[in-house]
């Protein structure tokens, strides 16, 4: 249970503990000032462990943030790590699928290339005992 409910009841518990009110203005004053005083020392370790609380409550929020920072970059590393892993696979696939069909377009081109140089051959020999 809270020791003083609200700010009157703290109020009318400080007059109980001061004298009875002086009759003259600069008593009154004086009263006043001990008063606003009494308050203020009451209240000044309440805002004091307030300030306290909330700082660390930052601290703390600033601790969940850069553990939940470092979860975010361990992940993305992880699929970038995954991505850069199957692009390469994919780069492999393609080189040996290019290097195929190279081999196959050589083949090709030697097949069509020797039997050129074979009718070649066999026309220009035809021609050349021709002109003799």
Same mark, same amino acid.
């Given at each position: 249970?809270?020791?003083?409910? #609200?700010?009157? /009841?703290?109020?009318?518990?400080?007059?109980? %503990? #001061?004298?009875?009110?002086?009759?003259?203005?600069?008593?009154?004053?004086?009263?006043?000032?001990?008063?606003? %005083? %009494?308050?203020?020392?009451? /209240?000044?370790?309440?805002?004091?462990?307030?300030?306290?609380?909330?700082?660390?409550?930052?601290?703390?929020?600033?601790?969940?943030?850069?553990?939940?920072?470092?979860?975010?970059?361990?992940?993305?590393?992880?699929?970038?790590?995954?991505?850069?892993?199957?692009?390469?696979?994919?780069?492999?696939?393609?080189?040996? #699928?290019?290097?195929?069909?190279?081999?196959?377009?050589?083949?090709?081109?030697?097949?069509?290339?020797?039997?050129?140089?074979? %009718?070649?051959?066999?026309?220009?020999?035809?021609?050349?005992?021709?002109?003799?």
């Amino acid at each position: 249970m809270c020791r003083y409910t #609200t700010s009157r /009841n703290h109020t009318n518990h400080l007059l109980r %503990q #001061t004298p009875p009110p002086a009759t003259t203005t600069s008593g009154k004053v004086n009263r006043l000032n001990r008063l606003e %005083q %009494q308050l203020e020392a009451e /209240n000044n370790p309440k805002r004091r462990q307030k300030t306290e609380e909330i700082e660390a409550k930052i601290r703390c929020l600033r601790e969940e943030e850069t553990v939940a920072l470092g979860r975010m970059e361990n992940e993305y590393r992880e699929q970038l790590n995954a991505l850069q892993r199957d692009a390469d696979g994919k780069e492999v696939k393609l080189m040996e #699928t290019w290097s195929n069909k190279q081999m196959k377009l050589s083949k090709l081109v030697e097949q069509i290339n020797g039997g050129l140089i074979h %009718q070649h051959m066999i026309s220009g020999t035809n021609h050349h005992h021709g002109l003799s």
